[in-house]
C-alpha cells in the first residue's frame, strides 16, 4: 500500500495531539473503586437524562424528592467511600460530593436571565454558566441535571427535587454553558382540596401559576458544586386575560 | 517477552494488573482522547476496571483494552449526540481544552479528525497512531480487515479534501 500524502503530517498531528492528555497520579484507586462495583463509578446506560426530560416528568420530580434525599445521602457516603483526598492535580478527575474535593472558589457560576420580567405561568429560557478552574472535570453523581431554577419569595419557597437514577454528570474543564428553563408556576400540585401541605390544586394535570408580585430567582443543586450565586429579583406580571 | 510467556493466559492477579495498568494505561488515556472523548481518564479506566472483572486473558490484554476504549468512547459520542438533540442549546461555549486544540500546531488536521464518523476515526488513530496492522485494527474494532482498508481508504481521502479545502 503507497503512502497517502498526508500520513505524514496525520502521524506528527497525533503523536503531538496525544502528548495533551496524561494521567492523574489516583487512577489506579479510580480504577480499582470502579472494579470493586462502587455504583457511583459507573455511567448509567439507560437513565433518561437532560433537562426535557426532567420538563416532562416535572410532576414526578417533586413526590420523588423524599427518596431522592435519601439517594443524596447514600451517594455522598459513596464517593466519601472512594478515597478522595481532595487534591488538584492537573488532569486529574474529580467526584463532587456532600464536600467537594476541590475548592469551591474555584468554580464560579452565573445565571443569565433573558428578562426581568414574566407573565405568571409562562416560561423563562434561562442560562447557567459555569466556570471550572480547578484543572480537571468535576464528576458528579446525579440524575438528569445538576441545577435547577425556581422562583421564591418572602411567602413562598419552593419544593425543589430531582428525579431518582444514577448518572456520572461532568463539568468540563473551562466554562460551560446549561440551558435552565424555569416557569412562573408552583412547582408541585395535587388534587383538589389537597387538606396538606403547601400542596396546590393542579390546572389541567399541571402545577398553577404562581400570584403575580415580586419574586427571586434561586439556584438549586443535586450536589454542592458551585457556591450559589446571589437570587436575582423577577416581577412576575398578572396572566394576560382574552 | 518470551513465546512461552505471550502464550501463557494472564491472570489478573494484583501485582500482573498492576504492572498492565503502568504499562498500558497512558496509552489508553491518550486512544480516548484521540478518539475525541470527553473524559480520556474515565473511559480508560473504565476499560481497565472491565479487564479485572473478565478475569484469566490472554498474554497481551492490549487488544482488550483498545477494543473497549473504542467501544466506550463511541457509545459516550452517541450518548452526547442524543442529549445535545433533546437540548439544543446545550454547552454553547467550547471548553479550555478546546480551545488549546484549536490553539496547537496541528488544529487543522485534529479538527478534520474529529469530524470524521467515529469509525473511519477509529482506524486512522489505530493505524496512524498505534500503528497497528489492519488485522489489529479488525480485531480491535470487531470489523474484517477489507472493512479496516476501506475506513483507512475514505478516512485519508476524507481528510485530505478537508485540508485541502483550508488551504
Not at chain 1, 463509578?41 to 416535572?58: D, V
Not at chain 2, 497512558?26 to 486512544?31: A, F, G, Q, T
Not at chain 2, 459516550?76 to 454547552?91: C, F, M, S, Y
Not at chain 2, 500546531?105 to 478534520?112: M, S
Request: proline share 8%.
Amino acid at each position: 500500500m503507497n503512502n497517502h500524502p498526508i500520513e505524514g503530517e496525520l502521524r506528527d498531528a497525533l503523536a503531538a495531539h496525544a502528548q495533551k492528555f496524561s494521567a492523574s497520579p489516583d487512577a489506579w484507586q479510580h480504577v480499582q473503586a470502579k472494579n470493586a462495583g462502587l455504583s457511583g463509578h459507573r455511567r448509567a446506560r439507560s437513565a433518561p437524562s437532560g433537562a426535557g426530560w426532567l420538563a416532562r416528568h416535572r410532576a414526578f420530580v417533586v413526590p420523588a424528592a423524599a427518596a431522592a434525599a435519601v439517594a443524596a445521602v447514600a451517594l455522598g457516603a459513596t464517593a466519601v467511600a472512594h478515597g478522595f483526598s481532595g487534591t488538584t492535580q492537573p488532569g486529574a478527575t474529580a467526584y463532587a460530593s456532600a464536600k467537594p474535593g476541590y475548592s469551591p472558589a474555584l468554580v464560579s457560576v452565573q445565571v443569565k436571565l433573558p428578562a426581568r420580567t414574566m407573565a405568571a405561568g409562562s416560561s423563562m429560557p434561562a442560562q447557567i454558566i459555569v466556570d471550572n478552574k480547578t484543572g480537571h472535570a468535576i464528576h458528579v453523581n446525579g440524575c438528569g441535571s445538576l441545577f435547577q431554577l425556581a422562583l421564591e419569595s418572602d411567602t413562598y419557597h419552593p419544593e425543589v427535587g430531582w428525579p431518582l437514577c444514577l448518572q456520572i454528570l461532568t463539568i468540563a474543564i473551562g466554562k460551560s454553558t446549561y440551558p435552565v428553563p424555569f416557569t412562573a408556576s408552583y412547582l408541585n400540585c395535587g388534587p383538589a382540596a389537597p387538606g396538606h401541605g403547601t400542596t396546590h390544586v393542579c390546572v389541567h394535570g399541571r402545577p398553577p401559576a404562581l400570584p403575580a408580585g415580586e419574586y427571586r430567582v434561586v439556584l438549586f443543586q443535586s450536589h454542592h458544586v458551585v457556591s450559589a450565586p446571589a437570587p436575582i429579583p423577577v416581577t412576575v406580571t398578572p396572566v394576560r386575560s382574552g | 517477552m518470551t513465546s512461552q510467556q505471550a502464550s501463557a493466559p494472564f491472570s489478573p492477579a494484583a501485582d500482573d494488573m498492576a504492572a498492565v495498568f503502568r504499562a498500558r494505561y497512558l496509552e489508553m488515556v491518550r486512544l480516548a482522547g484521540l478518539l475525541g472523548a470527553d473524559d480520556p481518564e474515565d473511559i480508560a479506566q473504565e476499560a481497565f476496571a472491565r479487564l479485572m472483572r473478565k478475569g484469566a486473558l490472554d498474554a497481551d490484554p492490549a487488544p482488550y483494552l483498545r477494543a473497549i476504549v473504542c467501544n466506550l468512547t463511541r457509545n459516550r459520542h452517541r450518548h452526547l449526540r442524543v442529549i445535545r438533540e433533546k437540548i439544543p442549546r446545550a454547552v454553547a461555549e467550547p471548553s479550555s481544552e478546546q480551545a488549546a486544540i484549536v490553539r496547537e500546531d496541528h488544529a487543522e488536521v485534529i479538527a478534520a479528525l474529529a469530524a470524521l464518523p467515529a469509525r473511519r476515526r477509529e482506524a486512522i488513530v489505530l493505524r496512524f497512531w498505534l500503528d497497528l496492522s489492519e488485522r489489529e485494527i479488525a480485531t480491535t474494532m470487531g470489523i474484517s480487515p477489507g472493512t479496516v482498508k476501506s475506513q483507512l481508504s475514505r478516512g485519508l481521502a476524507a481528510l485530505a479534501r478537508a485540508l485541502e479545502a483550508k488551504a
